[in-house]
């Protein structure tokens, strides 16, 4: 019961993060902007993917979503340190903690 209670606690904060992040323009600094290989508008788009299906899912993430999200996750670490804009930086943040939301709960067995 613990469980249940904390998954919808879970589901709840990342609506409430996603609901936040689908209202943010995506900063125009970025548009277009690649780093290390990393396209930033197909990062956001990826990640964007993964979390609507677990959204609509009821908080769970098929096994290959769950290694795109993770790779989306390194490649979030390793880019983020090249945004300067701090319209990016804000964006980019809340991407990451709502990938990581979401990756908690599909990092079961694969």
């Known amino acids: 019961m ?3 209670s ?3 606690e879970q ?3 990342t609506t409430r993060l996603w609901n936040e992040h689908r ?3 995506f900063p125009a600094s970025l548009r277009g902007a690649e780093f290390g290989g990393t396209d930033m508008v197909l990062l956001d788009a990826d990640i964007a993917g993964c979390v609507f299906t677990w959204l609509n899912n009821g908080g769970t993430l098929d096994p290959g979503r769950s290694r795109i999200l993770q790779s989306c996750i390194e490649d979030l670490d390793r ?3 090249e945004i300067t804009d701090p ?3 804000q964006y980019y943040q809340r991407l990451r903690q709502l990938a990581l939301l979401v990756a908690e709960t599909s990092s079961g067995p694969k």
């Open 2 to 4: 613990v469980q249940v």
């Open 6 to 8: 904390r998954s919808s």
């Open 11 to 13: 589901v709840q904060n």
């Open 23 to 25: 209202r943010a323009p």
């Open 79 to 81: 880019v983020m340190p």
């Open 87 to 89: 319209d990016g930086t």
